[in-house]
Every structure is written in structure tokens, then in C-alpha cells.
């Protein structure tokens, strides 16, 4: 039997496209967003991109500043109702239960890296304005169990303004826990040196 070619990792959907031109708009003009390191975003191939957690704007700003469409895990809860659940869809999200290890989301997040997407996860796993959270190995995980990069993104605000940046892509090598626990580490690490410095 033949493999199943790639999904096409650069065609987002009509939804996806308008919400993402219109969030940018937004986000430039009244929240002066800034980005960087977009160069570091690999243009195809599955990649993880890892991120710290500091507001619910952040899946948007994250959608809204990469070079390419980003899967994103969403509670279940959203996907309840019929309509929303198209919507959310629509923006390349998938369930997730959060009241325990979900391992249906931790397959399709699989998936969708084997078929060449980028899939966002806030490895934080809930919002920290501190900066001062325990780093989870969920993202470290999906990039070691699906062989690709791991992209350190850091989320931060400049007065009223929204910085993004993208630093280089980390690899992911090995599959024990201790080999994830010391990508976590480098991948939080990446991070803090992306954010500027707070004296």
C-alpha cells in the first residue's frame, strides 16, 4: 500500500486566512505588535513550536506572527457545540481533555507533525505572567516521538505593545525521559534569552 503523501503544510483554510489577516491588522495597529526570528521557523516540515504562556491573546499572537499555518491543542469544551466546533476546526485546532493525560490529543498532535504541520504548545501549560512557572515536557515529548524541530518562541509585553520572537530551532534527540527533561531545560532556557532582560 502507498504511504499517505504529506499534507500540504503551507494551504491554511479560508477561515484560518481571514482570521489571521485581520488579527495581524489588528494586533499592529492597536497593540503595536512586534516579531523576530521569524527566520528561525522552518517553511515546511513538521516542527514543534514551543512557547511560554502570558495571556489568552497568546494562540492568536502566535498564528498571527508565524511565517506558516500553526496547529493548535484546545480544551474540549470549545468543541461542544456545532458551530464553534466548525470554527475551531476551521483554525486547525484539535480537542483536548485537561483533566488528564489526553493520549487521543497527544496522537493527533502526532499525526499532524508525520503529515509536516507545525503545532504550537505552550509548555508552561497554563497562563504565567511571572514568568516563574514549571516548564511541562509535553512539547520536548512531540518533538523527540516525531523527529522534528523544536522552535523556542518567547511572548512578552513592552509597555502596551505585544512582542513575539523566535529563536533557533532546537534538536530533539532520544526518547527518555531524562533526554526530555533536558530538552525541557534548553527549551525554557531558549526562551528567557529571547525575553529581554528585567533590571
Given at each position: ?55 489568552a ?32 476546526r ?41 514568568g ?26 513592552d ?16 526518547r ?24
Amino acid at each position: 500500500m502507498a504511504a499517505t503523501p504529506p499534507t500540504p503544510t503551507s494551504v491554511p483554510s479560508t477561515l484560518y486566512r481571514l482570521v489571521g489577516t485581520l488579527a495581524l491588522l489588528y494586533l499592529q495597529t492597536f497593540h503595536g505588535l512586534r516579531v523576530h526570528g521569524r527566520e528561525h521557523v522552518p517553511r515546511e516540515g513538521g516542527c514543534v513550536v514551543g512557547a511560554n504562556h502570558v495571556s489568552a491573546w497568546d494562540p492568536l499572537l502566535l498564528g498571527a506572527s508565524l511565517p506558516r499555518v500553526v496547529h493548535f491543542m484546545a480544551k474540549q469544551e470549545l468543541f461542544r457545540h456545532g458551530f464553534w466546533r466548525r470554527v475551531y476546526r476551521g483554525l486547525h485546532a484539535f480537542p483536548v481533555d485537561r483533566s488528564g493525560a489526553d493520549i487521543g490529543a497527544v496522537k493527533e498532535a502526532l499525526r499532524r507533525l508525520q503529515r509536516g504541520h507545525a503545532v504550537g504548545v505552550f509548555f508552561e501549560g497554563t497562563r504565567n505572567v511571572r514568568g516563574d512557572a514549571t516548564a511541562h515536557q509535553g512539547a520536548a515529548f512531540l518533538a523527540q516521538r516525531a523527529d522534528v524541530p523544536l522552535v523556542p518562541s518567547a511572548i512578552w509585553r513592552d509597555g502596551r505593545a505585544f512582542c513575539v520572537a523566535f529563536g533557533p530551532a532546537l534538536t530533539a534527540r532520544g526518547r527518555s525521559r531524562e533526554e526530555a527533561a533536558r530538552l525541557t531545560t534548553e527549551l525554557a532556557a531558549a526562551v528567557k534569552d529571547l525575553m529581554p532582560s528585567r533590571t
